[in-house]
């Protein structure tokens, strides 16, 4: 069964920062859409995301520019991966957003759309 999303996943392997509870972790993104993006972090960050319900997610935007801060709430966390979806961004977020998913889909080859670091982590082989 295929999943319905209203917004298509796109492989983005970045690293990012995801605060919450004014404590700040690093992180990295497996993919991301203007909905959300699914983010790996250490257990221990991991179930303070999930105890806080909501975190924000800076992600850079390439060079010399400074990151973006994304707010967005939490949907699931386990396992060292969590499930976030954003919210209350205003224009700039939204537009500084846009233009990550937007290159993240360019540079996305067929290949990542079915590998991603996620699922070496989980030991599936996609050759």
Known sequence: MREKRSSQRIV?????????????????????????????VEDAACELARQEGRCMLSLPQGLGASAVDLPAQVVHAGFGLVGLRF???????????AEIVGKAACEETPAERNASRL?????????
Do not use: W
């Open 119 to 127: 699922y070496a982590r989980l030991g599936i082989n996609t050759d």
């Open 87 to 97: 919210v209350g961004l205003d224009a700039p977020q939204e537009k500084s957003l």
């Open 12 to 40: 983005f392997v970045a690293n990012g920062v995801v605060q919450c509870l004014h404590q700040r972790f690093p992180c990295h993104v497996e993919n991301i859409s203007r909905n959300g993006a699914l983010i790996g």
